[in-house]
C-alpha cells in the first residue's frame, strides 16, 4: 500500500513540474528571459552574457542556487536594463515547479508595461 501511495505522489509531482525550457530573445523591439525548473547554470551565465553583449542589460543569478545536476534549485534573480528599468525576482524550488520566472524589457514607445520581473505564468511573447 506504501508502494501505492509513493507512485501515486510521483506522478503528482511530475504533473504539476514545469518541464518547458528556458526561453529568451532579444532584438531591438524587446528583450526577455523565462527561467523553469529546467534552466541549467550554464545556461544562465551563457544567456546573461547575451543579455549584455547585446542590449548592455545586465543580469545577476550570482545568489541563485543548484542541485548537483546543475539544474536551478532556488532562484535569485538581479535585472538592471541600465536605462532606468530595474528589478529582483526570487523563487523556490517548489515555486519553480509550478511556474516560471523571469523578466521583459520591451522598448517599443506605445507599449503600456514597458519592463516587469516576476512570475512569468501569464506571459506570452507576441
Known amino acids: 500500500m506504501k508502494n501505492i501511495y509513493l507512485v501515486a505522489f510521483s506522478l503528482f509531482l511530475l504533473s504539476c513540474s514545469n ?4 526561453a529568451y530573445g532579444i ?5 526577455y528571459l523565462v527561467v523553469t525548473s529546467a534552466t541549467t547554470e550554464p545556461e544562465l551565465e551563457k544567456i546573461a552574457q547575451e543579455f549584455y553583449e547585446q542590449k548592455g542589460i545586465v543580469i545577476d543569478v550570482s545568489k541563485s542556487e543548484y542541485d ?59
Open 19 to 22: 518541464y518547458e525550457k528556458t
Open 27 to 31: 532584438n531591438d523591439e524587446k528583450a
Open 68 to 126: 548537483n545536476a546543475g539544474t536551478i534549485h532556488n532562484l535569485s534573480l538581479e535585472v538592471d536594463c541600465q536605462d532606468g528599468y530595474s528589478g529582483t525576482a526570487s523563487a523556490s524550488s517548489v515555486s519553480l515547479l509550478k511556474t516560471s520566472y523571469g523578466f521583459y524589457r520591451d522598448y517599443r514607445p506605445s507599449i503600456e508595461i514597458p519592463f516587469y520581473i516576476g512570475s512569468m505564468e501569464d506571459y506570452r511573447e507576441d
